[in-house]
């Protein structure tokens, strides 16, 4: 993916946070319209120190081409840390301690180029 990416006239850096950004998207996506519909936040843990406004330019350009609306303000960065649920999920799985409840597939990303 990063290859292709590159490939497009990619900067390592930018095509790092598009595949970050087409992730979250792809995560996000079956919930989506019950997250809009319920005016709930989307609070994604700070990965890429001073990208926030890049990143949810992205996953606000990934959700419209999907049929989306999402306000930016619905999007929020946030210092998670370890004690939250959503960490310790992604550790269980992550160790196999857990099964994952959705999985990406390559497709997936390339459907979003």
């Known amino acids: 993916m990063l290859t292709r ?12 946070l598009w595949i970050f950004s087409a ?3 792809l995560l996000l996506k079956p919930y989506l319209s019950e997250i809009i519909n319920r005016d709930e936040p989307i609070i994604i843990d700070t990965e890429y120190t001073g990208q926030d406004a890049n ?7 990934h959700a419209m081409n999907s049929g ?15 004690a939250s649920t959503a960490h310790e999920l992604a550790y269980y799985v992550q160790q196999g301690k857990t099964q994952a409840h959705f999985q990406i597939r390559l497709e997936d990303f ?3 180029l």
Not at 5 to 16: M, V
Not at 55 to 61: E, T
């Open 55 to 61: 990143i949810k330019g992205m996953i606000l350009r």
């Open 23 to 25: 992730g979250v998207f």
């Open 68 to 82: 989306f609306y999402l306000q930016k303000d619905s999007i929020i960065f946030s210092q998670i840390g370890r």
């Open 110 to 112: 390339l459907d979003l």
């Open 5 to 16: 990416l590159r490939r497009k006239g990619k900067s390592r850096k930018g095509a790092c």
